[in-house]
C-alpha cells in the first residue's frame, strides 16, 4: 500500500463518517471540530469518541512524518481544537443541540447512573433520543 493510497482512504475515519455514534444535539460541534482538525491535517483520524461525566470525548490518531517522527505540531492543534469542543459538549443538549447543562438519569438496564447533558425540554423525561421530535416539540413531563 502506498502512502498516497492511504491519504485516499483515511477519511472515512475522520468524524463526520461516525458522527451519528453520539447524540444527536451534538452535530453542529462535531462539524466545528471537523473543520479545524480538517484544516490543520486533510488525512487525520478519528479513534473514535466517548462521553465522560456526560460530556463529549474526543479521540484522534497521534501522526508522524516521515522519517517517523512525532508530529508535536499536530498534537498540540488538534488537542486545543478538541478541548473546545468538548467544553462545547458539557453545555448543548446532547439531544437537540439547545443549551444544556449535566443531568443524572438511571440506566436503562444494568447498574450504576447515566450522565448526560440536556436542555431544560429534554430533561423533563427519561433520556431517550428518538422520542425528541423537534417539528412536534417536545413531550409532557412525566408524572411525579
Ligand atoms: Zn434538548
Do not use: K
Amino acid at each position: 500500500m502506498t502512502s498516497d493510497s492511504i491519504a485516499d482512504t483515511i477519511r472515512d475515519g475522520q468524524i463526520p463518517a461516525r458522527a451519528d455514534s453520539v447524540g444527536p444535539g451534538w452535530g453542529a460541534l462535531l462539524d466545528e471540530l471537523h473543520r479545524r482538525l480538517h484544516a490543520i491535517a486533510p488525512t487525520y483520524q478519528l479513534d473514535g469518541f466517548d462521553t465522560q461525566f456526560g460530556g463529549l470525548r474526543v479521540f484522534v490518531a497521534d501522526r508522524f512524518d516521515a522519517d517517523g517522527e512525532f508530529d508535536g505540531y499536530w498534537a498540540d492543534a488538534a488537542a486545543e481544537a478538541i478541548a473546545a469542543a468538548e467544553a462545547a459538549s458539557r453545555r448543548t443538549c446532547a439531544s437537540c443541540g439547545e443549551p444544556g447543562r449535566l443531568r443524572f438519569r438511571g440506566r436503562d438496564r444494568g447498574p450504576g447512573l447515566l450522565l448526560v447533558v440536556l436542555c431544560d425540554a429534554c430533561g423533563l423525561g427519561p433520556l431517550r433520543h428518538e422520542e425528541v421530535d423537534p417539528a412536534r416539540g417536545h413531550r409532557s413531563p412525566l408524572p411525579g
